[in-house]
């Protein structure tokens, strides 16, 4: 099976990846309901990932990114992510990489272009659409910076229950899964849209999906052929 999917890679001209939680699972990234431990336990997630629940409560949602950063700090991207990263530097141009993930380990492990559907958890954005007076002069620690002028505030860059994702980002992602004729589908449940369309984007256009889950997933309808084992093991086998 896996010298079936290798054959494949070494013949493919355009090689598409879709990554979710599943790729930092063997790294101890804590799922979102892992981190909710202590004092976090008594929240839904309503409560921390949403706009209403960050304009209501900024302080609270902002503590709750703390918490989650500190994690993700403390983790480190694992061999899926290094054979990826690897695999790209040594093939320019061949492999677009689109993740679910917001951990950042992708890129911590050398991934360059990374299409980051749901954000990076390290990373702020402005919560209202920046004014000209827009700027963050002191940053008081364990606070979300505020603009002194306006007001307005900093907030997580990851996609928030309810919001859209980035449209740049999204076409970009949907060109690639046109393109691509293999697209590798690894550590997603799959049943998160619009990611997982990616997937039927790029069976429909004609592409062999090759999908990486000890689990079974509702993309195994569309793929050639399913590789039940863990991200860390399996990447580094077909890709180095
Ligand atoms: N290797 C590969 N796959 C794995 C591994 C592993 N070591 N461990 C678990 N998996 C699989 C599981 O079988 C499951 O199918 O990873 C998948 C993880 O599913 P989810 O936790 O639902 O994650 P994901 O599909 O990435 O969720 C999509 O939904 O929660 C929102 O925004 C969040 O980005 C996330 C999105």
């Known amino acids: 099976m896996r010298d079936t ?51 209501a409560h900024p302080q609270r949602v902002w503590d709750w990114y703390a918490h ?10 694992n061999a899926g992510h290094v054979a990826l990263a690897t ?5 320019p141009g061949r492999l677009t990489l689109i ?22 958890i390290a990373e ?3 919560l209202d659409a920046p004014r000209a007076c827009c700027q963050v002069d002191a940053i008081e620690a364990g606070h979300p910076p ?15 229950f309810g919001e859209h994702l980035s449209a740049a980002t ?9 393109d691509c004729n293999l697209m590798l589908v690894v550590g997603t449940s799959g049943e998160v849209y619009p990611a997982a369309g990616l997937a039927l984007i790029a069976h429909q256009c004609g592409a062999r999906v090759v999908i990486v889950n000890p689990e079974p997933t509702p993309l195994d309808a569309v ?16 890709l180095l």
Not at 68 to 77: H, K, S, T, Y
Not at 100 to 119: E, F, I, P
Not at 146 to 160: D, I, K, S
């Open 146 to 160: 505020r603009c002194q002028v306006c007001g307005n505030l900093r907030r997580p860059a990851v996609v928030w």
């Open 223 to 238: 793929a050639e052929q399913c590789l039940p084992e863990p991200a860390a093991v399996c990447l580094p086998q077909l």
């Open 5 to 55: 999917v290798r054959g494949w890679i070494r013949e493919a001209r355009h090689i598409a990846v879709l990554t979710g939680a599943g790729m930092s699972a063997e790294s101890g990234v804590p799922t979102f309901r892992d981190a909710q431990t202590g004092l976090w336990s008594k929240f839904n997630p309503q409560d921390l990932a949403t706009e209403a629940a960050f304009r």
């Open 68 to 77: 989650r950063r500190e994690m993700i700090d403390r983790v480190e991207p």
């Open 170 to 178: 999204l076409e970009v992602a949907e060109l690639a899964a046109r």
């Open 124 to 126: 702020d954005q402005w």
């Open 99 to 120: 993740t679910q993930n917001v951990d950042g380990l992708h890129q911590r492990a050398g991934s360059v272009d990374v299409l980051a559907l749901h954000g990076n």
């Open 87 to 91: 695999y790209a530097l040594r093939h």
